[in-house]
């Protein structure tokens, strides 16, 4: 960057093929960043220079990169450096789906995997996720689209953008969820409630919600439950303040019970609520919420 360039706010959308790249890139552009899509790892620091050039100067922009870039990954990350270096600081976005949802994806349209070559789809699958592995892992945000639809994709990119400015404040997504139906993969820290009495064993309160407010009594009344609250959310602040420190945008924190119907609902409101308290920007979701 000269120093008469203004520096864009800019966010690599990447994942696996078939997990809804483009409709993430859509999503951004109706939020008016400027996408380009498909572009080699190599070219981002070049397109950040021409985006921050005082003249009509782009101030955000959105780059999907995927496996049709050759060398991907050794490219991604120098790249990345080289942005660094030069003061910018990319978010990476990673699109994550489960096998199924990506294999029902594909035979709906009809095309082959991108890296499946004369082998199966699955075979294409595979390949990829092991080339994507540490782009995963060094994610700012990783977003699990596996039984989204494109509405509810865009929903959630807008949940984490729309009121996007570029600055480093933290943004967490407390997601309660049933370990009956596995944990969420994009979870950065998993809290298990099943320490709690299971307020499905109450007459009274199977019915009922952890939403509902007999039942969050029920389970903040337990032994045991304010005190974790308390411990974990000075936890959490320490470490939202080292997030802080390294960068890091986005936060996902899943909050399971048996069922995720009771104890890991009201929880997670609580420790949202807590967040909040902290100026911390949060979305709540139920995800197995109504599932049985």
């Not at 986005?250 to 807590?274: D, N, P």
Request: charged share 30%; with cysteine; hydrophobic share 40%.
């Amino acid at each position: 960057m000269t120093s008469e360039s203004k520096i864009p706010d800019i966010v690599i959308v990447t994942g696996m093929s078939g997990a809804g790249r483009s409709t993430a890139a859509k999503s951004l552009e109706d939020l008016d960043w400027y996408v380009v899509d498909n572009l080699p790892p190599g070219l981002l620091a070049t397109m950040a220079d021409l985006g921050g050039r005082v003249k009509d100067a782009v101030p955000r922009i959105a780059v999907v990169v995927d496996v049709r870039s050759r060398a991907f990954t050794d490219d991604l990350h120098s790249s990345i450096a080289e942005l660094e270096a030069r003061g910018v600081h990319p978010r990476v976005v990673f699109l994550e789906a489960s096998d199924a949802d990506l294999v029902r994806r594909f035979e709906s349209v009809r095309r082959p995997h991108p890296l499946q070559d004369d082998g199966r789809l699955v075979d294409g699958i595979a390949r990829e996720r092991e080339l994507v592995r540490e782009v995963r892992a060094e994610a700012d945000l990783v977003i699990d689209t596996s039984g989204l639809n494109v509405h509810e994709l865009r929903n959630k990119i807008i949940g984490f953008f729309g009121n996007d400015t570029g600055e480093s404040s933290l943004r967490a997504t407390v997601v309660s969820f049933g370990y009956k139906y596995g944990l969420p993969v994009d979870a950065d820290l998993v809290v298990d409630c099943r320490f709690l009495p299971n307020p499905h064993w109450v007459p009274e309160l199977r019915p009922k919600t952890g939403r509902d407010a007999a039942v969050r009594d029920y389970v903040l009344g337990q032994r045991g439950a304010k005190e974790f609250l308390d411990a974990y959310s000075e936890v959490l602040r320490l470490l939202a303040d080292g997030y802080e420190r390294e960068g890091k945008h986005y936060v996902t924190l899943a909050v399971g019970c048996t069922g995720g119907k009771h104890r890991s609902v009201a929880m997670a409101e609580q420790i949202a609520a807590r967040l909040r308290d902290e100026g911390i920007e949060v979305q709540v979701a139920h995800r197995d919420l109504g599932r049985e």
